[in-house]
């Protein structure tokens, strides 16, 4: 009983990671269309910036999170000032590519900065476990789980209790009917990519706060990622929240029950089965909308 607790309580905690890792990906994909393949580079490079700021100067962990967003702003401005806004009427074999490029281009800056080793960011007073009967809770991954919970909060208000959100899903609906009322579409849209890497910032520092990671390591990532998006649809925030709360459950019961080398497989066997019982989510729906 307290192993499937243990499960239950690690698994919930890995689900809030997964869906801080995938909300920016899911956000540029149901808003904007575009499948940023380079999301799992940007995510390891927060990361890879978290231990800097903590290891190399000192910096409070919970600090970083707002040191790394706000860089990311300016990092994701810059791709999309150089980068994303010249591929408006590209076709999307030509934007995946690009993107490609964008990945391995991170990757290599990457590599060539922090070399190929595995880091873990000392988290000082964060590194502490609470002891709840037979349960443990690392803090590090409680804090990391209530952030994102608050962030998944707030992006849901701003974007159904604000017009700039409401622009965004008439954005996500249909661009042409959204530019003919008016929404200044261009703006618009640099904007949801700018955020999209902002939250990429955001899901490399959580990210840091609960397993080592290395710059070579990020396909991993991508591939979680896109096993939230895929599980979860396009519907909304909650969805990417739901999907990665199923998918961290899922990992750390299969881990509990079965040897640890065919936890993986039958992670991917059930998103299978998901997929084809409900292939469009599993909120059953489909639209490019957040």
Known sequence: MSTLAQA?????LLGMIYAAVAVGLSLVLGILGVVNIAHSALLVLGSLLAWQFVSGWNVDPLVTVVLVVGLFVALGAGIERTVVRRLTREADLTV????FGLMVI???VAILRFSTDTYTVPLGYLSDVIHLGPVNVPVARLVGAVLTLVLMIGLHLFLTRTLTGTAMRGLAQNRDVASMLGIRVRRLSAWVFVGGVALAGF????LAYSVPFSPQGHVRWLAWAFLVVIIGGL???WNTLLAGLVLGIAEALMGALLPFRYVYLAVYALLALALIVRREGLRGRAVRAM
């Open 235 to 237: 519907g909304s925030v």
């Open 96 to 99: 995946l590519l690009v993107f």
């Open 8 to 12: 239950m309580v690690t698994g919930l």
């Open 106 to 108: 991170v990757e290599s």
């Open 203 to 206: 899901g490399g520092v959580v």
